[in-house]
């Protein structure tokens, strides 16, 4: 079988490769910068330099049987809204577009739960929910535009499914929450706001893998869910800490004050050009239920992650290994986005 994948660099990109090479398939990846895919053109990766906003990768895309579009940018508290309008609207609509163009026989496209509307408050999603957002970020305006374009697309016969994992966590997260597991083990997460709500943690490798099943068994037009563990950050972070061997945060303060933070936070963002370490989007994220229910995709696709202590357990000894014992320095997402 031969793939080609967007956003292969990225943290669910990078699994999704493995578990493609793991089966035997052709693999092409999409990158902007050929440097971010040395390691995977060190193991027989077709690299391909080229731009979700810029179509000109069909010929590179004819070839494949799967194409998997994990390309995004997910980032919260950005300045250039129209930036991430043009990766997560725009590419979208590009390569599928493109994949029309190729005769593409199927195509996986990664979404996300937290774009969808509860049915009513602690009730799980399921794949009939409507998308909207209540946030004013531009990551989750884009990417409620994109899951309708998606599900347009599907509606009109192009041969897609739609993928739709909630909170994923994995070793190798350059994003915000990457930055705060590195922080942890570093000691130096210490102070979390109270008033988190629920979110579905699924290990990137189980979501990866429900993609490719979603490609060889899941039926094109249709949704499918992900997620595994239901916790509240608070609590995520202390299972974490427990697997790292470092203290969980102890000190908590009211959301009011992490919002006042956050718009300091943005401010300086403001001036110096650069995301902001805190946001009131990812406030207001964490604040929001995003409780999954995954039986679809478990009984349509046969899904079934591995057991999510082990997940956290190889997860925490990576950050561990990379951040307090190695040293590294707190991880960045190259380039703004993950294409």
């Known amino acids: 079988m031969r793939a080609f994948v967007t956003g292969g660099t990225g943290l669910i990109g990078r699994h999704l490769v493995d578990a493609l090479l793991a089966r035997g398939w052709e693999v092409s ?9 040395r390691g995977l053109e060190a193991r027989g990766v077709h690299v391909v330099v080229g731009d979700v906003t810029h179509a000109t990768f069909g010929r590179e895309m004819s070839h494949a049987e799967v194409v998997f579009h994990a390309a995004a940018w997910f980032e919260l508290g950005v300045r250039d809204g129209r930036r991430m309008f043009d990766i997560n609207v725009t590419g979208t609509a590009n390569v599928l577009a493109l994949a029309r163009k190729e005769n593409v026989p199927r195509i996986v496209v990664t979404g996300t739960a937290g774009v969808l509307a509860a049915p009513k408050p602690g009730v799980p999603l399921t794949e009939s929910a409507m998308p909207t957002v209540s946030l004013k970020d531009p990551y989750a305006a884009t990417k409620r535009e994109a899951h309708r374009l998606v599900v347009s697309e599907m509606h009109s016969g192009l041969p897609a499914t739609l993928v739709c994992p909630a909170g994923v966590f994995g070793p190798g997260d350059t994003g915000q ?3 705060s597991l590195a922080l942890l083990v570093k000691g130096r997460l210490n102070t979390l706001p109270r008033g988190f709500g629920r979110n579905t943690f699924t290990h990137a490798a189980d979501v990866a893998e429900g993609h490719v099943l979603a ?16 916790l509240a950050l608070d609590e995520f972070y202390r299972l974490a800490a427990a697997a790292a061997g470092v203290d969980p945060p102890k000190r908590h303060v009211p959301m009011a004050l992490a919002r006042v933070a956050a718009r300091a936070s943005e401010t300086k963002a403001w001036f110096t050009g650069k995301t902001p370490f805190l946001s009131r989007g990812s406030l207001e994220l964490s604040a929001v239920d995003v409780i999954v229910d995954a039986t679809k995709a ?4 046969g899904w079934s992650p591995l057991p999510f202590e082990q997940r956290l357990r190889e997860t925490m000894a990576w950050y561990v290994k990379t ?3 190695g040293g590294a320095p707190l991880p960045v997402k190259p380039g703004g986005a993950s294409a």
Not at 29 to 37: E, N
Not at 298 to 301: F, G, K
């Open 29 to 37: 990846v999409l990158t902007r910068d050929r440097a971010r895919a």
């Open 177 to 179: 929450f990457g930055r």
């Open 215 to 230: 490609a060889m068994a899941g039926k094109a037009g249709e949704t499918y869910l992900l997620g595994d563990r239901v």
């Open 298 to 301: 478990q009984t349509e696709l």
């Open 323 to 325: 951040y307090r014992d």
